[in-house]
């Protein structure tokens, strides 16, 4: 017979100890409990004892100076920070200044897809995504300019009510353009 592996065994045992944690507060059994926020650890002694504490505890991590950078608006050097949405760079004069890096500032975009904004007439419709993924265009005269459609802009002229701009849709019949006004919708006829 072989010998058996005894890591195996001590991390199950490692596994049960964090199961059956016990409250520092007051010695009661901590268990998993549910809130609108999430799970959390909470003592069986609620509401005695009070004590809760979160199942993943993050860590925070501290602004790292870029040297030899600086912010476009105030000469600040920037950082690399953690925020709300993970890390970002940004002025490491916050919140003085309010300076956040573009994080598709270094790629090149071809000029020949921009289409231009329908409702400014100033700005250009950008490709961005939101915290989820997904994929919507909008003006880069934002906050001026609060333009945005979910489907890849075309230019062009709506037959039915004159917007425009045209809008990209993959339809079970095919690729097919359809007006980028929400009151209209007309889809061309190709």
């Not at 993959?170 to 190709?190: D, W």
Request: hydrophobic share 25%.
């Amino acid at each position: 017979m072989s010998e058996h592996d005894d890591s195996l065994f001590e991390r199950h045992e490692h596994a049960l100890e964090k199961a059956y944690e016990v409250c520092p507060e007051c010695g009661s059994e901590l268990a998993i409990k549910h809130s609108k926020s999430g799970a959390f650890w909470g003592c069986v002694s609620y509401p005695t004892c009070q004590y809760t504490r979160p199942i993943v505890e993050h860590q925070k991590v501290e602004d790292k100076i870029l040297s030899g950078s600086s912010c476009p608006e105030c000469g600040h050097e920037l950082a690399v920070k953690q925020g709300r949405y993970g890390m970002f760079i940004g002025c490491s004069n916050f919140p003085v200044c309010h300076h956040i890096e573009d994080p598709n500032a270094g790629a090149e975009e071809d000029k020949s897809q921009l289409v231009d904004c329908p409702s400014c007439k100033k700005g250009q419709l950008h490709e961005k995504q939101s915290r989820y993924g997904k994929t919507f265009y909008a003006c880069d005269g934002y906050p001026k300019c609060k333009f945005v459609v979910n489907f890849q802009p075309v230019a062009g002229v709506c037959e039915e009510c004159g917007f425009s701009l045209l809008v990209k849709r993959n339809m079970a019949s095919g690729e097919k353009l359809q007006c980028a006004n929400k009151k209209c919708g007309h889809f061309q006829i190709q």
